[in-house]
Every structure is written in C-alpha cells, then in structure tokens.
C-alpha cells in the first residue's frame, strides 16, 4: 500500500517554499509552486481490510488537522 | 507533476522502522514493512519538456546516491 500525506492547501509549507526558492534561483522559473510531503510503502500481509488501511493511514501516519490522506491501495 | 522519493531499498530507513515498530506496538502486525519518502507536489506553467521536469527531480528533489525518484508526470 502506498499512503502520500500533503499538508492542506491553508496549511503553510516552509519546505516546499524553500525548494520553489531554489528552483526560481537555478532558472527553472515556470515551476509556480511546491509542495513537500510524505510518501510511504508498507508492506502488508494477507488481505487486510479497506477500513483498517485507513485507519492505520489516517490515524498513524497523518496527523488529520493539518495533513491529507491519498491512498494508493492494491487492487483486491 | 508529482515526484516522489524513496530511499534506495539497500540504504537503512531508520524512519520507516520506526513507524513499523509503532504499527506494531498498535496491533497492526500485518503490516511488516515500511519505508518513508517524500511526495512532492510541483505546479507547472507552460508545456515544460520532460528533459527539463527529470533534471528538476533527479538533480535537485532527491540525492542519487541514496534516493530513488518516481516521477508522474501530467498528461501531455
């Protein structure tokens, strides 16, 4: 499963400022935003529920007042 | 365009041991691997060309050494 975890778009990104930053600063200047997050892939056993995938991304790897959840599940 | 970075599978990912660990401590012991990354989010103007979208990843988002990039990029 992969779990990718960005802040909310009202939530400021001192890192992702700081790559737009340098990215402006070596040319790359039609780059008009950035934003850095987290990426994870866990391996998961067997066929666990929907519900549990969720849980564990919403509740263990995000915190949910500032981050949103994408989940890559795998096909069933 | 939508990057995301992963340590190489033979570099220690001592944060992804962590958050298996933790899972672990939870009861999600079904999940027996985890690796941490970054996700970025670029907003792109114009029709850049993928030469340029690669050299922005591979050079200047991740460390070749150690990191692996996974780029997606939009739709042509």
Do not use: C, W, Y
């Amino acid at each position: 499963m992969v779990v990718d975890v960005v802040l909310k778009p009202e939530i400021s990104d001192p890192q992702g400022q700081a790559v737009l930053g340098a990215l402006g600063r070596l040319g790359h200047t039609r780059v008009t935003g950035v934003r850095q997050g987290k990426h994870f892939v866990l391996d998961v056993e067997g066929t666990p529920s929907r519900e549990e995938l969720e849980q564990i991304a919403e509740t263990l790897l995000a915190n949910p007042v500032i981050e949103d959840v994408e989940l890559h599940l795998p096909e069933a």
